[in-house]
């Protein structure tokens, strides 16, 4: 009798065990929403067109972020307005994750600045705005310029996954990976007179290391919050409009903070 009672004891746990999921199983898929907070390194800015071959040194920059309101934030219509990251996550294996995601940054140049200039200008009015190889930004005639709609960071990366506490309705995860991918900025720039451009273009490659917390709820909603560091490279940032050859280039380095929310799908009992 009591051999069994310890065979269906052994049952039920056995049972038990099979019956919970793991929410980065092989096959799950999770889908990710967050906000971000970036810093940027001060950057050195070529520009280069008809009449101008210069270099702006050290400028500094920002990020902008959206002031918090609800309809704002979560309005349909309005969510990709502040600075967002938006992911999906594939998982070949356990605790292993493939991510496409675009990270959408802004970037904006401090106009209250002075910064060392590097070049010539042909254009008498804009180089008699350079004194003692410096040039003032404040007053925005020289330049303007910005990427904020935004420092939009087309990626592709990888994660591992460590469980460092398990419960029955909650889980904790810590991951660390990296990424790469493309820069699809829309730069907002004008430009010692020119007319303002504003639109999307391929500019350059980023590339990225992250590291994250995961707190999974119920086996399917995750709460996480996520590092990177990462360095950007943008040689071809359009400056003027009808295409004209005019272009500027700068690279940096960036530190992000973001948080989000996610659900994972397709999560696979054990065997």
């Not at 101008?52 to 040194?57: E, K, P």
């Not at 106009?111 to 925005?140: C, E, H, R, T, W």
């Not at 639109?199 to 990177?228: T, Y």
């Amino acid at each position: 009798m009591k051999n069994k009672f310890l065979l269906l004891f052994l049952l039920t746990v056995t049972m038990s065990v099979k019956a919970q999921v793991d929410p980065f199983k092989k096959g799950s898929v999770m889908v990710f929403w967050g906000w971000n907070n970036a810093r940027y390194s001060n950057s050195d800015i070529h520009f280069k067109g008809d009449g101008y071959d210069f270099q702006l040194d050290n400028v500094v920059a920002h990020d902008r972020q959206t002031k918090f309101e609800w309809g704002t934030y979560f309005n349909p219509g309005s969510i990709t307005i502040p600075q967002v990251n938006y992911r999906i996550t594939y998982f070949p294996k356990d605790n292993f994750g493939i991510t496409l995601g675009m990270d959408h940054m802004k970037y904006v140049m401090d106009q209250d600045q002075v910064v060392d200039f590097k070049g010539y200008i042909n254009d008498p009015k804009y180089a008699g705005m350079v004194n003692n190889g410096k040039v003032d930004l404040n007053s925005g005639e020289f330049l303007t310029f910005e990427h904020t709609d935004g420092l939009n960071y087309i990626n592709i990366g990888a994660q591992k996954y460590h469980n460092v506490y398990n419960k029955k309705n909650i889980d904790v995860f810590l991951s660390y990976g990296a990424g790469l991918g493309a820069l699809l900025p829309k730069s907002n720039v004008q430009l010692m007179g020119n007319e303002r451009s504003d639109r999307f273009h391929l500019a350059g490659f980023g590339l990225d290391a992250r590291a994250a917390i995961s707190v999974v709820a119920l086996r399917h909603i995750v709460l996480q919050a996520e590092g990177k560091l990462g360095y950007i490279n943008m040689p071809d940032i359009k400056t003027t409009l009808n295409n004209k050859p005019d272009k500027a280039s700068q690279d940096f380095v960036y530190a992000q903070f973001n948080f989000g929310i996610g659900y994972t799908f397709n999560t696979k009992k054990y065997n």
